[in-house]
């Protein structure tokens, strides 16, 4: 293992102007939303004052729905039969972002399946991760280290709600009493 | 039609010099807590005032210390299949060449451990040589490039490389404040071989005058920090009677998952 360490490279925010640069046919559909087994996963980007924010532009990156990680390449031109486990969703004049994906299984027996996200706007001068829990294992939720770690209203707001039509509902808010919590993994220094 | 200044009722009012103070104070109120034994910061700060659109939307609350899990020691993976071999030359995109000054920008993504991140998406966006973006939001009055779109696509070598040929992006003005103007630079977007190591950021060119008066690039507090997005200029490069070159290398965070590989292997 190399003994220097090297430092990471700052980020920068992802500016207004990356519309025809990151967005890409098909991007937002891991699985087309006509498959039997498609739901979709759906939510509003709100400011610290409530406002929806119109150019926050999202990822996400998960299992299969039986726990397993693809990978496949692909993501770029799908095929419409390869789960490829990622996807990216610029939001709408509304804030609105939306998913056609499958739900994903736990990646190992017991543990609490959940989605991981990256958020990207323009006025966030660095990216932003966070995890889209799923519904229903409520011992395996109770169970999972980040979620046993938060108070209970920041815990719930990590949880997606399902909807009446089977929508993962999951509203992501930059900041305010109702801010989403974000997340820093090991190595990261910001 | 002809080149006009737009003006309207969301002009900015505030003053560079007004923007300049903050930008100072806050520079020299990081400089004094280092040298009285804070910790060096080497990432851009959420809270920074003097980007006005980063007021509304930074978190307020701390990140929560989080040990990835399973999916988060994994990245997306990427291959020839998603990209076209074409996509990582910007000047020939169009049915002619774009104007500008035609420059190689090439490095190495490297991980914090400073191993080579093989095989991996790198995605680029820039304004063209006048300054303007292909994007019906951006209204500056500068030409639209017909030969341009200023996006490139490509997947690092198996030692970390990547090379895009393109043309200099000019300067440009946005409504942060009265005359403010972004120094020139290419967006970049990076994965790394964890969904962790995702970061998107932008490049600089070496000597901008506009790098001191500019909230977006300050808002990265520490002088070191700053400079390592800015790119080199390396003759080497530079290609006789046809492109300008400039080198620079991306580090991303550590890896933790090939990071514990090793360790088993010990």
Redesign the interface.
Known sequence: ??E???????????????????PYPGDSALVPPAAADAVQLAGVVY???G?P?PDAIL?I???DETGT?????????RDGFTF???GRAACDPEGRFSFSTVV?GP??EG?AA?I?V?V??????????TRVYIPGDAEALAAD??LS??DPADRDRLIATREADGTLRFDIR???ED???????????? | MSAQKLSGPDDAAESQATLSAEINAIGSEYRGAVAAGAPVETQPRLDYPPYRSSLLRHPTKDLRHTDPETIELYSPAFGHRDIGTLESDLTIQAGGEPIGERIRVTGRVLDGQGRPVAGQLVEIWQANSAGRYIHKRDQHPAPIDPNFTGVGRTLTGPDGSYSFTTIKPGPYPWKNHHNAWRPAHIHFSLFGTEFTQRMVTQMYFPGDPLFALDPIFQSITDDKARERLVATYDHDITEHEFLMGYSWDIVLTGAERTWMEEDDDA
Do not use: I
């Not at chain 1, 990680?69 to 031109?77: D, K, N």
């Not at chain 1, 990207?120 to 991760?129: E, V």
């Open positions: 293992m190399p220097t360490e090297y430092t990471a490279t700052p980020g920068q925010t992802v500016g207004p102007f990356y519309g025809y640069a990151l400011d610290g004052a406002v924010v990822e990156w998960q299992p990680v693809s990978r496949e390449t692909g993501s770029l031109r490829t486990g990622f994903p990646t190992e543990k959940f991981s990256v990207f706007a323009r006025g966030l001068l660095n990216r932003l991760f280290p980040l770690s938060l930059l900041q305010g801010e989403t919590p974000f997340l820093r993994f090991p190595g990261h220094t910001d």
